[in-house]
């Protein structure tokens, strides 16, 4: 009777334990070792993070622009009301929106270990470029002059260079190198995963019918200022010395099945003719979610590198 108490008493204990992991939201993992960041020793491993969805009232676009953000472990616990931390921008490729990192990507699970805020916006079919025909296509300087102030005013970030990332698939991906070089005071990292990145000077009649329509919306003219101020091989043949010392750090990854893999080969030639700090992989893969789901991973390691002075 004794040794079937004491059974019975193993049992409740392991019962009680599962209800107060279930509360929690459940263990989708064993138990982890230290890593001074994220667990304790001994600690279950729970469910993907929180994503919430945010809108932003924008004067410039002249409607309401939605956003996703993933919130760090740990980031509404009373002890952290204090703490402030790094925010990274992961900008969605055409046709597609902002929440397709979160529902395409395994993101709010690779989010856990980096202790950083995710921000992804949304960028419609505009390139992440103030248009050229429409009065109200203002991407670029709704990303720049409200959605990362208003990141910064909503949430806890440490809203300085060195704490802000930015990166993103194809016309993303674009657009998150042309920021990091138009406005290299906003980000210590950007990056491109199969980025469009001669988008600015892409011929409109070679391109898809989604590609045509939102490059002729967007960039207007053959001969368009807007492409000019657009064109980022331009800015990388015309840019200083001085200015090469201030850029963020560039990151570049393309499939060498992708059709846009000579694209961002040339625009790597250019970069290293010009000396610009960047690092370059080329990778089997195509242009799918399969390639880039794999590849985020990859940059949110190398911004949290950036983040905590490791390289």
Known sequence: MKKLRILAACLLSVIAGVSIAGAQGGPTGGLQPYDGQTLRKGEFTFGPLKVQDENLDSKLMGREMPF??????????????AKRYP???LLHGLTGSHRNWTDLAKLAEYAKPLGAIIVTPE????????????????YESYMTKELIPVVDKRFR???????????????????????????????????????????????VTERSPASMRSLTVIYGAADSETRQDNDIFKMVREISPEKIKALPFLYIDCGT???????????????????????????PGGHTW???????????????RKFRNKE
Do not use: C
């Open 68 to 81: 996703r953000v993933i919130l760090p472990m740990g980031y509404e616990d009373t002890a952290n009301a």
């Open 87 to 89: 925010v990274v921008y």
């Open 123 to 138: 960028g419609e079919n505009g390139w992440y470029t103030d248009g050229a025909t429409n009065a109200n296509d203002k």
């Open 157 to 203: 970030t440490l809203a300085d260079k060195k704490n802000r990332a930015m990166a993103g698939l194809s016309m993303g991906g674009y657009g998150a190198l042309k920021f990091g070089m138009k406005y290299p005071e906003l980000f210590s990292v950007v990056g491109s995963f199969s980025g469009a990145l001669g988008a600015a000077t892409f011929p």
């Open 257 to 283: 099945e992708d059709f846009l893999f000579q694209n961002n080969r040339d625009f790597v030639d250019l970069l290293i003719q010009k000396k610009v700090p960047h690092e370059y992989r080329q990778l």
């Open 290 to 304: 399969p390639y880039w789901n794999k590849q985020v991973q990859e940059f949110l390691t190398l911004a949290d």
